[in-house]
């Protein structure tokens, strides 16, 4: 089954980024292959959900977290075989027993083209299975029985293959025509399937290095899938792992509080904080590292964010409609059953402040009832608490806190139990100096 996440999800999270930019995918992404980046892009587009699923991927990232092993091949080799494995016409075989005139020409002049690919593929071949099979040997199997290991094993058993081990060893030779021709269609058509499926496991293998050495370097945890129906979710410590010295925050949910009603000034961190908390929620439900002390989870089906939502000009969008569709989009999922994690920051901010009180407490209110969902929302909208409190008893209040500097907002970044009452955006306002160069610009106009 997919962990849904939709694509304003992954934009609001910067999983992808833009092009160039660094992101969630491009920070765990030092594959040294094509097949493992896009091997690896495919796991942050669809993401399987399932406790089995999640446990067997994290095990492997912290075995090869806790052995260090660096990727033991080439990625030229790798890309030389998929190009010739790609060619799968039989009349491009070379043919020790009908060599024609033009083709012994060609082999005497060095300007056969497919026999120099061939004998460079080949090489590559007899390097690549070379070092697979000296770092199989040597790495430790501590017994684990995750779906990467069973694909380790039988990947050592074709390895081991007597008759498979001797003809890719012999590629380390200098080879006659007639071997070349040989080992060509005994590597590209005979054993053909063995080859995909050794490429497969060097894919995965590619990953699993890829991100247990982020995880080592970044002294990323791993999160705990707690067994069971009911939604549960702990996060020590969790911050951005984009931001550089980011602090860290908790958060629990659970059925007694379902519900982080958000609060603070402008520019206190609530987006970053929603941000971060989403991106731990997301990496854990694919079994990746997180960005955080600690977290215990049960899991989910999905996990839907609204934090930079935008109008549609080509729909005829207002921001508050698109705000009113996304909502009405997740309620949907929530109504079919599915157990989803939610974020809303500044909930129908796109509508005047009246109108948004009002459609924060209501829908707030509601899906604080649902057994089926934990929601983040933020608000600068804080008298809706109140409405909240008479009506809820299983939300939380917390507030990012503003810190008064000679008149200078500045901000902890830590989370706080309670509602804020900072109100701070006119401060900003006249400290930049925009009202005085207003007033100053009339003044120039009224003596022109």
Known sequence: MIFNADKQTLDDLNIFGKKGKESVYSLFNRTYTTGGAMKLEQIFHYPTTGETEIRDRSETIQYFCWSAAAFPLE????????????????RT???????????????????????????????????CLSHLSAFLEKIADKGHNTSFQKMQKEVKAMLDDEEFRLAYISLNSKLSFEQMASFDRFFRFTHYEKLQTILEYVYWLDIYISVATVARERKLAFAEVLPGSDQQLEIKGFYHPLVPGALGNDIRMDAAKRVLFLTGANMAGKSTLMKSFGITVFLAHIGFPIPAASMKFTVNDGLYTTINLSDSIQMGHSHFYAEVLRVKKVSMELAAGKKLIIIFDELFRGTNVKDAHEATVAVTSLYSELDNSLMLVSTHIVEAADNLRE??????????????????????????????????????????????????????????
């Open 93 to 127: 075989l070379l043919r020790a027993d009908g060599e024609t005139m033009e083709s012994k020409l060609n082999k005497w002049l060095g300007v056969d083209t497919q026999l120099n690919f061939t004998q460079k593929a080949l090489k590559a071949i007899g390097e």
């Open 75 to 90: 990625a030229v080799w790798i890309e030389v075989m998929v190009a010739y494995l790609s060619d799968r016409d039989s």
């Open 391 to 448: 009506r809820c008893n299983n939300i939380r209040y917390a507030y990012m806190p503003t810190v008064m500097k000679e008149n200078t907002p500045l901000y902890t970044y830590v989370l706080t139990e309670g509602v804020t009452q900072d109100r701070h955006g006119m401060l900003i306002i006249q400290n930049e100096g925009i009202l005085d160069i207003l007033a100053n610009g009339k003044k120039a106009q009224y003596y022109e």
